[in-house]
């Protein structure tokens, strides 16, 4: 093994940790951080945390108050592996860079860079002042991906936008105009595991007034999202929500709203699945957009879930 692939190899261990972080880290984004002793030949953990709720310490801070009285003398000589790049201000917890030059580590290996104003290269910088070797970039793209919702919010100032809707495998999302049971007791407990998931979802009016959807949580543990209804009377207020620290918004029918933000270039991702099932006539799924790339594809209870990106969003 040589260092880069031992600085993979622990910045993966971060992405993990990062990840416990999903539901109760935001609006703060998911860290996980490792502390590792040893070279490419011969290494151990001695300490390894991660951002587990938003207020509360972050993933340096709980890697630090896991290292083992005995193994503290050792820190002199550690590198510590961190997804997202140190705070270097004062928010509801002291600056992380400052808690690292203290412990006194050899070396800082960074996933990326932070992209919230306060940051944005300051703690790397701070830590390199202080002596520190910092190594930036491994594992990049994991690392944005993982926190795409929060790098959005504050790139953008507007939540990250996730449209989804259900079709048959001939197009259509419902069966003459009327509901359709397209989905599976699993597939629809991922819907709901989703929703947990984010902050926000939006239905149109029409779908509303139809179907009455209640858009919670049923079939998994989790918050509901905050429940939105767009029509002439209420629009879609971007800034409004990122006033409100709406960080990502599921957008889940009809048909006429779902293309509206196609149209517009308004999304980031788009969740579609797909059943086995035909019908005579209906109303056709959204036209996909060209610049759409699949990233994923699953099959379940015999219905298909594709994820997509938007390619104008990758860089």
């Given at each position: 093994?040589?260092?880069q692939e031992m600085d993979e190899k622990y910045?993966?261990?971060c992405l993990q940790l990062a990840a416990n972080g999903r539901q109760n880290a935001r609006p703060n984004p998911m860290v996980g951080a490792v502390i590792v002793v040893g070279n490419a030949a011969s290494s151990r953990i001695i300490g390894e945390g991660y951002h587990v709720r938003c207020g509360e310490g972050h993933a340096e801070v709980n890697a630090f108050a896991s290292v083992r009285k005995e193994d503290e003398p050792l820190l002199k000589e550690a590198t510590i592996y961190v997804s997202l790049e140190p705070c270097s201000h004062y928010g509801k917890t002291p600056p992380c860079a400052d808690?690292?030059?203290k412990k006194g580590v050899r070396r800082v290996v960074v996933g990326c860079i932070d992209e919230f104003a306060k940051v944005q290269g300051r703690g790397i910088q701070k830590l390199r002042d202080a002596g520190i070797e910092v190594t930036v970039?491994?594992?990049e793209e994991q690392c944005r991906w993982l926190n795409r919702r929060f790098f959005t919010f504050h790139r953008l100032h507007r939540p990250y936008i996730i449209l989804k809707w259900a079709q048959t495998e001939n197009g259509f999302i419902d069966n003459h105009g009327k509901p359709l049971a397209i989905s599976t007791p699993f597939t629809k407990m991922l819907m709901h595991k989703l929703r947990a998931?984010?902050?926000a979802i939006l239905v149109g009016r029409v779908t509303d007034e139809r179907e009455h959807p209640q858009l919670n949580v049923r079939e998994w543990v989790g918050p509901d999202p905050l429940r939105m209804v767009l029509d002439h009377n209420h629009p879609l207020d971007l800034q409004r929500l990122y006033d409100q620290q709406i960080q990502s918004l599921i957008v889940e029918g009809g048909a006429k709203t779902l293309q509206s933000f196609i149209d517009q270039d308004l999304w980031d991702e788009i969740r579609v699945e797909t059943a086995s099932i035909k019908v005579d006539?209906?109303?056709p799924a959204p036209s996909f957009p060209a610049n759409a790339v699949i990233t994923d594809c699953q099959e379940y209870d015999g219905n298909k879930i594709s994820w997509?990106?938007?390619?104008?969003?990758?860089?």
């Open positions: 093994m040589n260092q910045m993966r261990r808690l690292i030059i970039g491994v594992l998931e984010e902050d006539d209906g109303t997509w990106m938007n390619s104008h969003r990758c860089s």
